[in-house]
């Protein structure tokens, strides 16, 4: 089968497609022909040397995927069957035209929607999903800042903050992108560019602060984290993508307001976790991804891709432009 592929760390250009062994499915596991799989932050890490897949996962790039049941492992359960269309949490693997997952991994394909947006759902939503309702324990009525609010993850916590009840507050990095998060749903939007989210912040809950925070910037935004943070807040830190040093009184700060610092991720997490949070995904939150929901939730897709202009794709997503997914179709 062809797979995306790099023989050294680096830039996009390291990227190509390489004819590799096709994957067999072991006990319990099924085999998917890829029809499409989603770019994520991890991919351009792995890329670059920075995050190594865990323990026993694919070593290729791809963290979701959808397409069509080729094959059954042993011991499967009997609630799939071949040729079902499915879509897929992957620890790696995705960007393949086969990869195989444990059963208990996959989720129908709401009706009506094609398999490409199919594929931007798994990671960003049950990432989302996991942040505000496992790790935040998300109540109706509470605000949520939620950071890099037109990433896949953004766009997915603000859709399920609504959902929950909750007052969803973004940062974003132009207009367009808070256009489109209110768009979605969420209640105000700051351009950290121009202003001082924190400030932004407690203007708008009249000094309260916030009671959740959704963060994927850690070091650069400590700070103004804490500083809008409402008594007994919940900071939840899921990425470093503004760096990994904190300079300052961060704990005594943390300490006056009693907040809580929570980190999480869900790549490295066990069979166990990943299957309950997908049996809870797939029972409270995937049924309003079908066009009769009166709460619908929408997959925000950017730009759809070959698979063969992979270099392209994983530049684009450098450049910080996307609002929403991107999208590889195979």
Known sequence: MLAVHFDKPGGP????LKEVAKPSPAEGEVLLKVAASALNRADLLQRQGQYAPPPGASSILGLEASGHIAELGP??????KIGDPAMVLL??????QYVTAPEEFLMPIPAGMTLSQAAAIPEAWLTAFQLLHLVGNVQAGETVLIHAGSSGVGTAAIQLARMAGA???????SQHKLQIAEKLGAAAGFNYKEEDFSEATLKFTKGAGVNLI???IGGSYWEKNVNCLALDGR????GLMGGTDVSGPLFSKLLFKRGSLITTLLRSRDKKYKQRLVEAFTEQVLPHFSTESPQRLL?????VYPVTAIQEAHAYMESNKNVGKIVLEL
């Open 167 to 173: 007052i969803p507050l973004v940062t974003a990095g």
């Open 214 to 216: 959704l963060d994927c």
């Open 235 to 238: 900071w939840i830190l899921y």
């Open 299 to 303: 997959p925000v897709l950017d730009r």
């Open 75 to 80: 011991a499967c359960q009997g609630h799939w």
């Open 91 to 96: 620890p790696g693997g995705g960007q393949a």
């Open 13 to 16: 250009e390291n990227l190509y």
